[in-house]
């Protein structure tokens, strides 16, 4: 996470020679004033990609806005008709525009009710996955009439795992056509898909963010095409590798963005170490090539 | 339709798929691999297991060869009439050099009398199958010669029956030991003639693992043969165990009445295996 005020110099021009150009926000970038922060990163670095946030609804606001959460307005919606739910979203995206950010890490398609974990409680759709998939299509509709992309998270769905990815490693026993469903329809309407830390052991040894075997069947079986980013590499999940390492296995199963929340100092280092592994390795060149192409199709190199 | 099948699409299915053959396990192995390791009793059977879940790890992260035999590629190609392009093999056999460029995978194809390797792994061994449905897929199996080597058919006599058969595939497994590399996957052609046998034994090894031929009776004997083959004591590595083969697979075809054509087909751990289905 970039500072969010006093920026050095030092900083700005480490993140210019790295052509760091793609950034996740959270509240204490809000706090001062967002326009000129951003103004002066634009002007620093070579240009500006991605600028994105968790505007989720409820509990996970970046910017603050007095919004029901989305388990929430999904019931009032069925009780009251869709459009309630339309006008919660456009305000989301509305904000997000007010802001000129161009990226909402959301809808949060993960099968849930208010009997989810706690970290996931209230920020969910609910348990259909038939009912998640309507809900999100239309907040993902209402975004791109908005020009914001969005992102399905988090694959392969975080329903019935007890573990919060924040603090642990945890288990997925099995991943059900339920909660794929969302994935696969809602697959062609995004072009962004954000992976989570779980090991899903008739998948792979590894978790699915570092497990090709996962990647490949996102693209293959879900005929993905868009890009594949995962989720903050900094969670306790992964905390058993050293950065290097989850940079290195997030980069070779096949992802195209990796986000890093952690010290963007350590970052920097870390890439420092990483350079002539980097510059060696013939199947990250392969992987990086892929990811170019990827992002350079949704115009956001 | 058929426009879409470009020869540029075709070799840049056949590179991927080449390399991410060589490179990442089948999810269906691994899960054999990791139930294997729950029920071996044996220390060097785990021990050995453990070693081949390390690899493909290890192979997945470096992107490397899960095994410094990147085989002898052999492709099946499934089409209806609809989609017949003249000049595939070309195509297939230009993917497949680029793979073994891009890719570093061990050029291990020469020629058989002077021996001087052709560099590209190609040409690659191809076979056709027509389909009545739209359909053009193509299968590829990098098949390692480890276990090709060990491989045998035998033009058995119809009055030997189901216990010559099943004494043949089991002798075939016993000699081989450790050779072809187990834990392995059985593949077996019965009928046809001299040569169908054969492509029916490799044909058995296209099949998913885990599934049992249609016909119950097949099927049991599918079962009945694993079962034995297990009891041999090779283990995974050879090192001893209950795990010499994750598989048997049989395929059958009608023989002539004064033939049994028998042919085993040996797949190594490393059972490589892509389908693309492009249509």
Known sequence: MIKPQSLTSEELSFYRDLSFKNFVFFKEHFNGDFASYKELLKNKLKSLGLLAIDQEGGQVCRIKQDLEAPLEIVKKSQKEGKEVFIAWAEKIAKTLKSYELNLNLAPVVDLGDESASDFLKGRTYGNDPKLVTFFANIFIEIHKKWHINTTLKHFPGLGEVKVDPHLELSLKERVSSEDLYPFKELAPKVSFIMTTHILVPEWDTFPVTFSQRAIKFLREFLNYQGVIVSDDLQMGALARYSLSERIIRTLVSGHNLIIFCGKPLELVETLFELKSELEKSQVIKIRVKESLTILEKYFIL | ?279
């Open chain 2, 1 to 279: 339709m058929i426009m879409n099948l470009t020869f540029q699409r075709i070799v840049e299915a056949i590179k991927k798929a080449y390399i991410e053959a060589c490179t990442l396990l089948p999810r269906e192995i691994l899960i054999e691999f990791k139930r294997a390791l729950q029920e071996e009793k044996s220390p060097l059977a785990k021990r050995g297991l453990e070693i081949l879940i390390e690899n493909q790890e290890i192979a997945q992260r470096e992107g490397l060869p899960l095994c410094q035999d990147t085989g002898l590629p052999v492709v099946i190609v499934r089409f209806s009439s609809d989609y017949c392009l003249p000049w595939l093999e070309e195509a297939i056999n230009e993917g497949l050099k680029e793979a073994v460029k891009e890719g570093y995978l061990r050029a291990s194809v020469a020629d058989p009398l002077h021996r001087i390797n052709t560099g590209t792994n190609t040409p690659a061994v191809i076979h056709y199958e027509l389909c009545k449905e739209p359909t053009f897929e193509i299968w590829l199996m990098p098949k390692g010669c480890g276990s090709e080597n060990m491989s045998k058919l035998l033009m058995l006599s119809p009055a030997k029956g189901l216990r010559g058969i099943k004494s043949f595939v089991l002798e075939v497994v016993k000699e081989a030991g450790p050779n072809p590399c187990p834990p392995l996957i059985v593949g077996v052609g019965i009928g046809g003639n001299f040569e169908r046998s054969t492509y029916l034994a490799k044909r058995a090894l296209f099949r998913d693992l885990g599934t049992l031929n249609p016909d119950p009776f097949i099927a049991e004997l599918e079962k009945e043969l694993l079962e034995e083959i297990n009891q041999l004591n090779i283990g995974p590595l050879g090192f001893g165990g209950r795990t010499t083969a994750l598989a048997v697979h049989i395929e059958t075809q009608p023989t002539h009445i004064a033939s049994l054509p028998l042919a085993v087909n040996l797949q190594c751990h490393s059972a490589r295996i892509k389908k693309i289905k492009f249509i």
